[in-house]
Nanobody
Framework: QVHLVESGGGLVQPGGSLRLSCAAS????????MRWFRQAPGKERELVATVFMTTGGTTYADSVKGRFTISTDNAKNTMYLQMNNLKPEDTAVYLC?????????WGQGTQVTVSS
C-alpha cells in the first residue's frame, strides 16, 4: 500500500535553509501527482508545492514561490522540498501527499520551526 515517510524538518533561523525528504513506496511513482502541504497551529492546511510526475511540471504557492523548490529522485522514489530563505511564517508541520486515483495519501509530517 502507499507509504510515505517525511524527514528533514527541524529548527532553523530566519533566512536559513532546510531540505525535506519524502520517501515513497507502494505505488507507481512516475505516474503520480505528489505534493507538499503544510499546516500551522490555528491555520488551514496550505498547499505548498506540486509536482506532476508524468510531465515534470511544478506549481508553488505564492507565499513560497522563489524560495522553495520541489524535486524528485525517481531512482530513489523520493520527493524533496528545498526551502531557502525561511521565514517565521513558514513554521508548520510539512506533509507529503500523493494523489492517486482521486485518493489522497499522507505521511505523518515533519515539523519545521523557523525562529531566532
Amino acid at each position: 500500500q502507499v507509504h510515505l515517510v517525511e524527514s528533514g524538518g527541524g529548527l532553523v533561523q530566519p533566512g536559513g535553509s532546510l531540505r525535506l525528504s519524502c520517501a515513497a513506496s507502494g505505488f507507481t511513482f512516475s505516474t503520480s501527482i505528489m505534493r507538499w502541504f503544510r499546516q500551522a497551529p490555528g491555520k488551514e492546511r496550505e498547499l505548498v508545492a506540486t509536482v506532476f510526475m508524468t510531465t515534470g511540471g511544478t506549481t508553488y504557492a505564492d507565499s513560497v514561490k522563489g524560495r522553495f523548490t520541489i524535486s524528485t529522485d525517481n531512482a530513489k522514489n523520493t520527493m524533496y522540498l528545498q526551502m531557502n530563505n525561511l521565514k517565521p511564517e513558514d513554521t508548520a508541520v510539512y506533509l507529503c501527499n500523493v494523489l492517486r486515483l482521486a485518493k489522497n495519501y499522507w505521511g505523518q509530517g515533519t515539523q519545521v520551526t523557523v525562529s531566532s
